[in-house]
């Protein structure tokens, strides 16, 4: 059973905990992503986006020798979705595996600039001094969230229509795409005309 989110404690303890609530059920994908009552609700979207980093690491992993630049030169997820690689000083074409290593690389070094997100560990010595667990990330900061998940759920979407099979196979065990279509769902990250996977193909609610 999962512990209660009011036992957490440590400058890690918000990940540890949404690591257990995978753990306990990965395929709960409502319960994981929805925020505790006592987890500052930025707090909860920043960790859930660096577990997905983790996760989507694995995925990539899984790709390489499958998804090359002679089967996969553009990254593509249907015929009319050519997708652009923005992580260079002019956007240009890379080859999906490039592409997907590129913005995953680009995504956590974002997500580790404590310019913008501040630290877990003084938001942790914050949150015992002023003995609140309320010690969040600013909404400007938050906000730059929103094209990094726009970006990784295209990893998902190449998978999806390019290697239809390991998509299914990596999704029937970690449900990744499921839970994170339902992050990106729960906390408005996305338009619903970019979300191309169909809903029949994931598990959600």
């Known amino acids: 059973d999962v512990e209660d989110s009011q036992g957490m ?30 987890v ?19 995925l990539v992993t899984q790709l390489k020798g499958i998804c ?19 992580t260079h000083k002019n956007a240009q074409e890379c080859c999906a595996m490039d592409y997907m290593i590129h913005n995953l690389d680009q995504a956590t ?7 913008i997100f501040g630290s877990r ?4 010595l914050l949150s015992v001094l ?20 726009r970006r990784l759920y295209r990893l998902f979407s190449h998978t999806f229509y390019h290697h239809r099979e390991l998509f299914e196979e990596f999704e ?4 990744l795409c ?13 338009p619903a005309k970019q979300f191309i996977i169909p809903k029949e193909a994931l598990s959600l609610s």
């Open 130 to 149: 002023i003995l609140s667990h309320r010690v969040s990330i600013p909404a400007s900061s938050v906000k730059q969230l929103v094209p990094i998940v």
């Open 40 to 58: 500052d609700v930025n707090i909860w979207q920043y960790e859930h986006l660096r577990q997905f980093i983790l996760e989507l690491n694995l």
């Open 68 to 86: 090359t630049t002679h089967s996969c030169p553009k990254m593509k997820a249907t015929e009319d979705c050519l997708y652009l690689c923005a």
């Open 121 to 124: 560990y003084v938001r942790f």
């Open 9 to 38: 404690q440590g400058p890690l303890a918000v990940q540890e905990y949404i690591q257990e609530l995978i753990r306990s059920d990965p395929s709960n994908v409502k319960r994981i992503v929805e925020p505790p009552p006592d």
């Open 178 to 190: 499921s839970r994170f279509t339902e992050y990106a769902i729960r906390f408005d990250m996305m």
């Open 109 to 115: 070094s974002m997500l580790q600039n404590t310019k």
């Open 172 to 175: 029937n065990e970690m449900f």
